[in-house]
């Protein structure tokens, strides 16, 4: 990575910060997704499940991630599922706030940066972020119906993409923090010595 501290970052973490895209969202494409959310807004739970249960028909891997549903096989029973259920509703919920944030671009940066920490702290690695974008577009478009067009099609996509590379940053500063904590705790430790009398 070229800096002084290139050498503390472990090589997977510097290849995926190599991965992290620089994503700008336009004006135009900020005043699709507003536009359009309101649409979703009124199918919100329903967007979160189907988000969900593809995701973890795509990717069966990232279940693993999801300790109270990991086990759950059955797509019906997933469905029902009530912490999958929250959990969807969780990330709608943090799509609202992304799309209310969007003319406070500060004030996004780091409700997303703080999402990428907070991903770290539940073991939920950089790869799966791109699949939830994937999942969502999915269950929205039949949702819009005839009001789903490329434009808005690349709208959704780039701000999911411009969410991703923020987490990501997130989720590796909050990697670096804990390696740093972790390493500054040992050195403080003070040797235990026998005191022999």
């Not at 090589?11 to 992290?20: A, R, T, Y």
Request: charged letters at 30%; a negative charge.
């Amino acid at each position: 990575m070229g800096c002084a501290i290139s050498g503390l970052v472990p090589k997977q973490v510097e290849e995926v910060m190599d991965d992290v895209p620089t994503v700008h969202l336009t004006d135009e494409h900020r005043e699709i997704i507003k536009a359009t959310w309101k649409v979703i807004q009124e199918n919100i739970a329903k967007v979160g499940i189907i988000m969900f249960v593809g995701l973890f028909e795509t990717h069966p891997e990232c279940k693993n991630v999801f300790f109270l549903f990991r086990d759950v096989e059955d797509l019906e029973r997933l469905r029902n599922n009530k912490e999958l259920q929250t959990h969807g509703l969780r990330i709608m919920h943090f799509i609202e706030k992304s799309v209310a944030r969007l003319n406070q671009m500060e004030q996004l940066d780091q409700l997303i940066l703080d999402l990428g920490k907070s991903h770290y702290r539940y073991n939920s690695p950089p790869k799966y972020y791109v699949y939830v974008g994937t999942e969502f577009i999915r269950a929205v478009q039949p949702i819009l119906k005839d009001n789903w067009t490329p434009e808005v099609e690349e709208a959704w996509k780039t701000l999911f993409l411009y969410i991703t590379s923020i987490m990501k940053q997130g989720y590796l500063e909050e990697e670096k923090n804990q390696r740093n904590a972790m390493a500054n705790t040992s050195r403080e430790r003070p040797e235990k010595r026998l005191n022999v009398i």
